[in-house]
């Protein structure tokens, strides 16, 4: 069984700094991409950066020069790093990723999402 496991939301100013982390956990055989994406309330989830092959990263048009993706291969593991936080960065940021699992073929998982909230 694969868990993505998400760590790191919380309450901050405008301004402000937070780093999520997802884990993914259990029988799992190779990533081929981990990637965040968020949801506001009334809003549909949408991508906020991905990574790639452990190196080729994509980001969101909103996000550009603020977020930084970065991975850890041997832990199973992405970040997120998110600097000058702003009102509209509140949301629930979700983890995705497609990675192979027990069954040898590539899937499709979600993490159970970690709330994000910025005050301004």
């Known amino acids: 069984q694969v868990q993505l496991v998400e760590s790191g939301g919380g309450l901050v100013q405008a301004g402000g700094s937070l780093r999520l982390s997802c884990a993914a956990s259990?029988?799992?055989?190779?990533?081929?991409?981990m990637a965040w994406f968020r949801q506001a309330p009334g809003k549909q989830r949408e991508l906020v950066a991905g990574?790639?092959?452990?190196?080729?990263?994509n980001y969101a048009d909103f996000v550009k020069g603020r977020f930084t993706i970065s991975g850890d291969n041997a832990k199973n593991t992405v970040y997120l790093q998110m600097n000058t936080l702003n009102a509209e960065d509140t949301a629930v940021y979700y983890c995705?990723?497609?990675?192979?699992?027990?069954?040898?073929?590539?899937?499709?998982?979600w993490g159970q999402g970690t709330q994000v909230t910025v005050s301004s």
């Open positions: 995705h990723a497609v990675l192979k699992d027990g069954s040898s073929r590539f899937r499709d998982f």
């Open positions: 259990g029988s799992v055989f190779g990533i081929r991409t």
């Open positions: 990574l790639s092959g452990g190196a080729s990263t």
